[in-house]
């Protein structure tokens, strides 16, 4: 008899092998155009389970979180617009400035909570929003053309089989790494500051210590998406700052399930695969999509990976 947590385990594994199958699946079929549409779907995966770390574990409702999805992009499109082309420049220094721009950010978000905290991290979205728009050497609201992807010796992220590779092994380390992470003595902390953080505090450990430095490994993260994020589209806009892309990243989390990292995953090929589908059937697709999630969250309080597996979880911390 498997336990619920083999299950759950068992089934991100089969999620895993079908993304990994992906590929050659659709070059068969003679539809290779849809690797694109894979490709965004696990870099948007990855963004949403780096939200999640904050989110469902740490209890961080982040309406700025595509901030540094943006950054990420945006210091690959700076480096190359100086004819910086190698690929490890490329996403070390977006990791780097994206864990400095997440720790300047949570150096003073986290010390708030609840509606405050929405808020707070909303207005420092907003703006690194404004700023992007306001630089017009690099586009302002126009966007930045990118001449080429990043150089990564014989690998060639302009084959789209390749960049969604990349992004896979991406997606699988950061999955593996954050696993380990949220069931450590750091996750059970920061699990237990989300249930209840004067108690925490009463104990000896300090809140602001462990919360601040999920803000930053999670805003790391992010920043490794957009720097694929920039690879795919060879173009990268303030758009990818906007609030309205948090909002995205944040309902690919709820939808799937908060607390569960595969659940973000989930929540981002359902998510973005509707986007899709819909928007080609109908220019209000929106209409269609917000009352399929009104029902998700209505009917399935732990997401879609709580619905398919036939119970009802309170999402958060549950795995």
């Known amino acids: 008899m498997l336990t619920s947590a083999s299950r759950h385990g ?44 904050i989110l469902g574990y740490g209890g961080m409702v982040s309406l700025g979180h595509a901030a540094y999805l943006g950054v990420g992009a945006y210091t690959v499109g700076i480096l190359s617009f100086y004819g910086v082309q190698n690929g490890f420049v490329h996403f070390l220094s977006a990791a780097a400035i994206s864990a400095l721009v997440a720790l300047a950010i949570g150096a003073n978000s986290v010390r708030t909570t609840g509606i405050h905290f929405i808020m707070i991290s909303l207005a420092f979205g907003q703006m690194l929003y404004y700023l992007a728009v306001s630089v017009s050497q690099f586009g302002g609201d126009d966007g930045l053309n990118i001449d080429a992807q990043s150089a990564f010796g014989g690998l060639d992220l302009g084959d789209p089989t390749s960049l969604y590779y990349v992004s896979f092994c991406i997606l699988v380390v950061v999955l ?144």
């Not at 999620?15 to 003679?30: D, Q, R, S």
């Not at 969250?297 to 709580?306: C, H, I, Q």
């Open 10 to 53: 068992l089934a991100t594994l089969l999620l895993l092998v079908a993304l990994a199958l992906l590929p050659p699946a659709l070059n068969a079929l003679g539809e290779p155009f849809y690797i694109g549409l894979g490709t965004r779907v696990l870099i948007f995966a990855i963004a949403a389970v780096s939200l999640d770390l």
């Open 176 to 319: 593996f790494g954050l696993d380990r992470l949220v069931n450590s003595r750091f996750g059970m902390v920061l699990r237990a500051v989300k249930s209840n953080e004067p108690r925490v505090r009463t104990i000896g450990f300090s809140p602001y210590r462990y919360k601040l430095t999920a803000f930053v490994i999670s805003g790391t993260i992010c920043g490794i998406a957009g720097a694929l994020l920039a690879n795919q589209n060879l173009f990268i806009s303030p758009a990818s700052m906007h609030w309205g892309r948090s909002g995205e990243i944040l309902i690919m989390t709820i939808l799937g399930g908060m607390g569960t990292l595969s659940g973000a995953v989930v929540g981002s090929v359902v998510y973005i695969s509707l986007e899709y589908f819909l928007s080609r059937l109908t220019e209000h697709w929106q209409a269609v999509m917000g009352p399929l999630i009104v029902l998700v969250v209505l009917f399935a309080g732990g997401g879609l990976v709580a619905l398919l597996a036939g119970r009802r979880v309170a999402g958060a911390g549950s795995r």
